[in-house]
């Protein structure tokens, strides 16, 4: 079993829609990355969060330290938001990341 | 603006060259990393650098070396390349948790 789960694994909305993407994990933490890919391959940060939630324009990332459980949240998606989405959490012993597989997201217009 | 440079995007090497993945980073960031990225694993660590000429393995280490000479520079080498290190390369280095990745370096070892 990988230590950080994704779900789903694949994901088609149409323009506008709210989009959901889980990850679970089963190590202790210090903080959890969310990161977008887009075709091509650069991968940049979205967020890193310990608790809580954050947001930054149209992005939201939740976080449950007792259930180890984040969630990403899109609102009014873009076809520009189509990319690969990908949780990461950096264990307690240092600033290593383990990775989910990622959650391919296609907007369609 | 962070800047991590990969020496190529694109490489085609034949099996038994000894190969170099060069990374370079702008922002006087302690750690760097190497990683891996195929289809159904994700993002695999293949070694990591947390000072100049430390280093430590990642989860898949075994046919890459590295070497970290200068603090903004960090090469992996592959020692005799094989068919099945044909992959996406990805270089970053971090700064209190944030990971900043280079472009990738898509390697084909024919």
């Known amino acids: 079993k990988n230590e950080v789960e994704q779900s789903p694994q694949n994901l088609t909305a149409q323009e506008g829609e709210f989009i959901t993407i889980n990850c679970s994990y089963s190590?202790?933490?210090?903080?959890l990355h969310w990161l977008q890919q887009h075709p091509g391959g650069g991968i940049v940060s979205l967020f890193m969060l310990s608790s809580g939630k954050k947001k930054h324009g149209r992005l939201i990332a939740t976080i449950n330290i007792q259930e180890k459980h984040s969630s990403l949240h899109i609102t009014a998606s873009h076809p520009r938001d189509s990319a690969v989405y990908i949780c990461a959490v950096q264990e307690t012993s240092g600033s290593r990341l383990t990775f989910g597989e990622g959650t391919q997201l296609t907007v369609n217009p | 603006d962070v800047k991590v440079t990969q020496s190529s995007r694109y490489l085609v090497k034949r099996t038994g060259e000894k190969v170099f993945l060069e990374c370079v980073q702008d922002?006087?960031?302690?750690?760097m990393f190497w990683y891996r990225q195929d289809p159904g694993l994700g993002l695999r660590l293949i070694y990591f650098?947390?000072?100049?000429?430390?280093?430590e393995k990642g989860d898949i280490p075994e046919g890459y070396s590295v070497s970290r000479e200068k603090k903004e520079r960090f090469s992996l080498i592959l020692e005799s390349a094989s068919t099945n290190q044909t992959s996406m390369y990805l270089c970053?280095?971090?700064?209190?948790?944030?990971?900043?990745f280079g472009p990738g370096t898509r390697l084909t070892v024919l």
């Open positions: 190590v202790g933490i210090s903080a």
């Open positions: 650098s947390y000072d100049v000429k430390m280093k």
């Open positions: 970053a280095s971090s700064f209190w948790g944030t990971q900043y």
């Open positions: 922002m006087d960031h302690e750690n």
